[in-house]
């Protein structure tokens, strides 16, 4: 069964560049069906996409988000990245990544989810 | 980007009763729809995707429906472990956008 589990500092300085890690078990990030996504949500708020990357390395970011994000994969530790630099309290979530399955006519849903990381920007 | 609207943002309901929440579109989304359940300090769950198409180990009384710009979600008698927050969102394009919950209560 595929699990996804995100890692990374839980306190992030202002001004400061945020980084996480998604590490994938139970399955390859290497397949053609997937994209790996990262997904926000504030305390007590709804969700935000952020941005998506494919094994093979081409991104999709949120344009609200675009000028701070990277996501990068590595697919020999079967890992994906997210850096997001110039962190201010607007940050401050629960950080999801999560598999998105690319089905036929390009229908395409959020599915597993890790379990969250909650990074709070403050100094 | 395509706005979500989720109606009601939150609704108390008993066990057993028969419970619909709607999502509407900024722009048409064909059946390009999801609706997720999220529980308190968890991640969301994947219910169903394509509008209507009950994700896999979902139990049966929930259902989905809609197609353009409206789609509901209906769970036909509610039970203990359905009280929960529960997010529409459109995959038709990016960035990919979510409703802004509704929150399921018990009475």
């Known amino acids: 069964q595929l699990q996804l589990q995100e890692s990374g500092p839980g306190l992030v300085k202002p001004s400061e560049t945020l980084s996480l890690t998604c590490t994938v078990s139970?399955?390859?990030?290497?397949?053609?069906?997937?994209?790996w996504d990262w997904i926000r949500q504030p305390p007590g708020k709804g969700l935000e996409w952020i941005g998506s990357?494919?094994?093979?390395?081409?991104?999709y970011y949120n344009p609200s988000l675009k000028s701070r994000v990277t996501i990068s994969v590595d697919t020999s530790k079967n890992q994906f990245s997210l850096k997001q630099s110039s962190v201010t309290a607007a940050d401050t979530a629960v950080y999801y990544c999560a598999r998105r399955f690319i089905a036929a006519a390009g229908f395409n849903w959020f599915d597993p989810w890790g379990q969250g990381t909650l990074v709070t920007v403050s100094s | 980007d395509i706005q979500m609207t989720q109606s009601p943002s939150s609704l108390s309901a008993s066990v057993g009763d028969r419970v619909t929440i709607t999502c509407r579109t900024s722009q048409s989304i064909s059946n390009y729809l999801n609706w997720y359940q999220q529980k308190p300090g968890k991640a969301p769950k994947l219910l169903i995707f394509?509008?209507?198409s009950l994700q896999s180990g979902v139990p049966s009384r929930f259902s989905g429906s809609g197609s353009g710009t409206d789609f509901t979600l209906t769970i036909s008698s509610l039970q203990p472990e359905d009280f929960a927050t529960y997010y529409c969102?459109?995959?038709?394009?990016?960035?990919?956008?979510f409703g802004q919950g509704t929150k399921l209560e018990i009475k």
């Open positions: 990357i494919y094994y093979r390395g081409s991104t």
């Open positions: 969102q459109q995959s038709f394009s990016t960035p990919y956008t």
């Open positions: 139970g399955g390859s990030i290497s397949s053609s069906s997937y994209y």
């Open positions: 394509g509008a209507s």
